[in-house]
DNA sequence: AGTTAAGATAATAAGCACTCTCAATAAGCC
DNA sequence: GGCTTATTGAGAGTGCTTATTATCTTAACT
């Protein structure tokens, strides 16, 4: 029930976040930009604007049931947080994206801020390729 | 002699991309948005139009003369391409950047991107926190 | 050195992603 | 159900970046 995981996060559950959040959990793109969600759910008849899209996943993003990643270019997509950080892989070519942990990158970033006298907020890496998946030209993740 | 830089990297020598280039040499800044280059160059005395700023970082960014980060948020910055690779810590607070390069991280990234498959044309990392510099609150980089 | 063609520039308009404003609407509480 | 307040939708507005175009520079050729 989507309207609990609303009031959790102490936002109002109101037919336009669930609309976006039902989107993001049942959609087969786990990242997808503003626009994306937008269209989406104008296709499925639903009546929402984009700025209210652009407000609720703002409103998710900070009350942490979202993550907003920054790619290169200023493409900003949104992927529901589910808990485990994780980095990305992204195909140039065909758009598609991955995600990948590794605990080595991780307690080393550690050591370095912490050599270098930083307090993480966050960290995000990015791994920029061609993949060689035989669809790869025209999929998209 | 900056022009023979420009030929090198394929573009005629203009005034407006050697007035770019000098100032990303000589300023104290690595870091610049288009709009601090375009500004520092008017304080300069040099009338340099702010689409022509745009199209120069992009032309160098093609060339590889610079390197250009997308951070969070939005902010795009450029910094001088001196040849070696490296990942940035960023100061959420006073919005200094911070460089640093770690080899295990590196060859762990080009492990993980053979292990998907991916042909890797570069990666980013950032790190935001909150550095404990005394004079955090106010400097930029 | 002067001429000329190719290429670069400045200014402005346009595009894009995102945000703001505000009247209309819908939630939650009684 | 009615009341109070937060939320929404539509469109205008904003900020950053790119395209257009008429003008100007550069570099190669006399």
Redesign the interface.
Request: net charge negative; glycine share 12%.
């Given at each position: 029930m989507e309207s609990q995981d609303l009031k959790k996060a102490g936002l109002k559950s109101t037919l336009p976040r669930m609309r976006v959040l039902q989107l993001l959990e049942n959609s087969e793109k786990r990242h997808m930009t503003a626009e994306e969600v937008y269209k989406a759910l104008m296709e499925c008849g639903e009546d929402v604007g984009l700025a209210t899209v652009y407000r609720v996943l703002t409103q998710f993003e900070a009350a942490g049931l979202v993550n907003r990643h920054?790619?290169?270019?200023?493409l900003?997509v949104f992927e529901l947080n589910q808990g485990h950080h994780h980095d990305h892989?992204l195909?140039?070519k065909c758009g598609k994206i991955?995600e990948?942990i590794?605990d080595?990158?991780e307690s080393?970033?550690r050591q370095?801020?912490e050599k270098?006298?930083?307090?993480?907020?966050?960290?995000?890496?990015?791994?920029?390729?061609?993949?060689?998946?035989q669809n790869c030209e025209h999929n998209q993740d």
């Open positions: 920054y790619f290169e270019g200023g900003s892989l195909c140039v991955f990948f590794d080595t990158i080393r970033q370095i801020a270098m006298g930083f307090a993480i907020n966050d960290h995000c890496l990015y791994i920029y390729g061609v993949c060689q998946k």
